[in-house]
């Protein structure tokens, strides 16, 4: 697997340039939609297009360097957004939601690395309104409500407040420096005088993301706890591997398993609002989600934490590693 790895670090760039295709990861080969014990680079594409329908440069090789490849339709990856009612003290598993968003799922009941105080982690999407920090969608100490707003929460149902967050960088956006704001309303003076209908946008570069993940600080310890609801208490930490069987608890779909199909995935995800985001070092699973799922925390069969869930597709689940997850937020089980 580690040449695979490597293979597929060197190749992304110019496979994810080719029609259609949104992912790459390292797992193995699929035969007849079940795994075999051949090793591929997984490339995963929205849909499967006829090759006598694509030029012969946009054709995925069957072999990378003697590895071989293998096509999967996964359809369009999007954040997943939809036990819905009031509980106390909430658990892992229930609907929760920053207060401008519908409802996501509480994932788990984190501790600071240093001070050790109880957090509420889910997904950015989820507590912070998939901001990347300088756009006004979200700001440090805003509510969060139990359940999500999508569930009838409103202001009487504040569980906590947003404490931090990872930002996530969509392709394009508008760009912080005011050097470059600066440079972008200078050139459109000029632009206008030779164009009057034209405007000039500069888009900062996008960065990869690793994790959609955030913390909340609850209004009161005694206001949550860490069971997660129908899978008990967290057991450690798993060592992830491609076929390693998964399960989660969340908001819409409940419990769910799946099995781990790929991973190391380097993903394009839909964030909304006509914005998309560029995930690395992702695990993708098969279905085993539906809106509203997110910020999910994902366990193995002995209740070792896998991942954050936080975007997926009818045909494919995308989680974020929980090592991933709590060094850049730095918490600990």
Known sequence: MRKINRLTFLYRNDLMKKTNVVGIGSGYKLKDGKETKVPSIMVFVERKIPKADLMR????????????????????????????????????????????????????????????????????????NVTNGNDGRAEIGDPILQPGSYDGGTENDIIGRLHKFVPINTEGQQPSCPIAQFVEKLLNRVLK?????????????????????????????????????????????SIV??????????????????KVRAVNVFIQVNVGEGRKAIFSKQIMSGPMADPGDSGSIVVDTENKAVGLLFAGSAMATIINPIEYVLKELDVEL
């Open 193 to 237: 005088l030779i164009k009057p209908n034209y405007k000039m946008k500069i888009g900062k570069y996008s960065f990869e993301n690793v994790v959609d993940a955030a913390l909340a600080k609850p209004i009161s310890q005694d206001e949550i706890k860490s069971e997660i609801l129908g899978l008990g208490n967290i057991a450690g930490i």
């Open 241 to 258: 591997k491609p076929g390693l069987e998964i399960q989660k608890s969340g908001r819409s779909s409940g419990i769910t398993k799946g």
């Open 57 to 128: 440069n946009q054709i995925i090789p069957k072999k990378i360097e003697g590895i071989h490849t293998d096509v999967i339709e996964i359809g369009e990856i999007k954040l997943l957004s939809e036990r819905t009612s009031k509980i106390r003290p909430a658990q892992p598993g229930i609907s929760i939601g920053h207060y401008k968003i519908s409802a996501g799922t509480f994932g788990a009941v984190v501790r600071d690395s240093r001070t050790k105080e109880p957090y509420i982690l889910s997904n950015n999407h989820i507590l912070a």
